[in-house]
């Protein structure tokens, strides 16, 4: 007779929420049901909100369409992007949970070298749960992983390692590039037999990088607030930044408040490059802009009083204000949106003791 | 009939010098016979002077004992340690060549996950002959790699890199762990199946990392003044430190002057680990030490006016002399020690254009 299985409840089920912008195929949810069955989803359909997404039985959901979007956040809902995939934030927003996963709808389950499935999941959740190591670097990568530790002369005060904010994944299959590499490398694949990398690594303090928001998981209690994929899309002169301009802000922000940044695994699969000619319109002003933001964001730096995430958020809008007009009007406006973007975290976010 | 070979000329056959600080056994170089046979090798034999070194047959090697270094530097051998590998950094010294690579003699051949022997020197060339990217972290690494590029949000003028002065290689089996990490964790491996990580990355500008000089090459017309191993082993109050030393010297130099430092690939088969009771007793200074050492190394900053290996390392001594004598006497002479080294750099290697 078999002996009767007692249920594992996955990780953190009822404390991570999965944000995904836009579902536009039913494969999607049911090539990772075994993985994401079990946590609640929410998904911020993007677009037309006269059009039906479809969701499979089964999954635990909250559907958001534009009218949503406006209805619940009035008029502050104008710094919530539209028709771009920026518009996920909102469900950072409106999330009550400690932790999010987002992933993007072209991104399905990965093969590791030995051909078995990845859950990128539970690895963000490893990542996540660990300590990162800003302050100085390990050669043997993330001493918190099974199998390896801190190597000699790694000072012993720096073992105890910060909280990790966030954990960035990798892509098998097609790698994210820009349109530019895209039309000059349109064959370059990432295969797990030849370029998977098993590593988690933590981004040292100082160093910036190119945050992707297809494959990312966050600590939304520590750093949710500066985690605002920008205004991008419909209307805006600039597209395809949305999560490098939320992975400048918060790297300066992580930094400035002794959180870490992971980088490496999971890997999901990423089924389909986009098209290269539509990315380049979408992309040329942010290509010329960033290697003015690039600078900026080296030189970010916050006074004492930033003590929360809100706090440096709201400091670095002033300095994009200053400091990037010059560039394009834009950035006045993007300036004004993170304001915006705090007043309405506040707002759907009450610190657990204030008043109304 | 079969084709006639052509010979393959080995890269860097005439630009690189293979530094070995002592050899105790004549497998260290039957193992390596087919990688390092086409090199020359400069051997530093280290301890009694009066023993034999015996090198088989087929090798192109100098070697010294310390009655050679004491004959050839004069008083300034006072600079060179004894009894301890840190007397490797003579024959980086004494090099006529543009590339170093360095190895101990406990290193051996490591396979790939393939089982394929890998070939250590050619991937030091590798790195050494690509540049590095210290301003701006690439999550796909090294961007050089065939197979890989910068990725999206990569800024396109930081693109070119610089130029790569360090490459630092991992080590199979036996990680370099410190004392008190051996004695708690004995048995732990760094297997090919499990913790081979099939990658090469730049180190950021600003952070810090423990360099091992177990399997390194570096460009010694680049960065070659900076990379002393200090005073260490007979007589003095500290060992193991020395390739620490170098390496918080040498990275804070190659940010200064916008060199790039890689580390990862190539792995090596440490074969064995040194005795962990034995290393308490010639750590223990340097762990108490090193909690005051890397703030110091954080905050070093170099005046514009420093514009080579040698300016910067000649400043760095003043800076070493002037805030961590506080720490031990020891530092005063260290401080010395790297004045002297410098003296000597500038005696074996004088300036191409230089009169006497």
Not at 194 to 217: A, E, H, Q
Not at 306 to 327: F, M, N, R
Request: aromatic share 14%.
């Amino acid at each position: 007779m078999a002996l009767p299985v007692t249920p594992i409840s996955p990780p953190l089920k009822d404390e991570l929420d999965i944000v995904i912008p836009t579902i536009r195929s039913l494969d999607f949810l049911e090539m990772w049901r075994p993985f994401f069955q079990p946590y609640h989803l929410i998904i911020i359909q993007d677009g037309d909100p006269t059009k039906t997404i479809r969701v499979p039985d089964g999954f635990d959901y909250e559907l958001y369409n534009r009218n949503d979007i406006n209805r619940i956040m009035g008029p502050k809902a104008n710094c919530i992007s539209f028709k771009d995939s920026a518009c996920r934030c909102f469900g950072f927003l409106i999330s009550k949970k400690k932790y999010i996963f987002t992933i993007d709808d072209d991104c399905f389950v990965a093969k590791d070298p030995s051909g078995k499935d990845i859950n990128a999941l539970e690895q963000h959740i490893k990542n996540l749960l660990t300590p990162s190591t800003p302050f100085f670097f390990n050669t043997l990568y993330d001493p918190y992983r099974e199998g390896t530790d801190f190597v000699r002369g790694y000072p012993f005060s720096l073992r105890e390692g910060v909280p990790t904010a966030i954990s960035h994944g990798l892509w098998l299959n097609i790698p994210d590039y820009d349109a530019p590499t895209q039309l000059v490398k349109p064959l370059e694949r990432n295969t797990s037999s030849c370029r998977y990398v098993d590593m988690v690594m933590t981004i040292p303090k100082g160093s910036l990088f190119p945050m992707c928001g297809m494959n990312l998981g966050f600590n939304r209690e520590l750093i949710g607030p500066a985690i605002y994929f920008g205004l991008m899309g419909d209307g805006q002169p600039i597209s395809r930044y949305d999560d490098m301009w939320a992975g400048w802000c918060v790297k300066v922000v992580c930094d400035h408040l002794g959180l870490g940044v992971k980088t490496g695994l999971p890997y999901i699969w990423h089924s389909k490059a986009s098209n290269p000619f539509v990315n380049l319109k979408k992309e040329y002003s942010g290509i010329y802009w960033q290697e003015e933001i690039i600078p900026f964001f080296q030189s970010v730096s916050f006074p004492e009083e930033c003590k929360t995430a809100q706090e440096c958020y709201i400091e670095l809008s002033k300095q994009v204000k200053e400091k990037l007009v010059h560039i394009d009007p834009y950035f006045e406006k993007l300036g004004d949106a993170m304001v915006t973007w705090i007043e309405a975290w506040d707002e759907f976010n009450p610190a657990p003791n204030a008043t109304a």
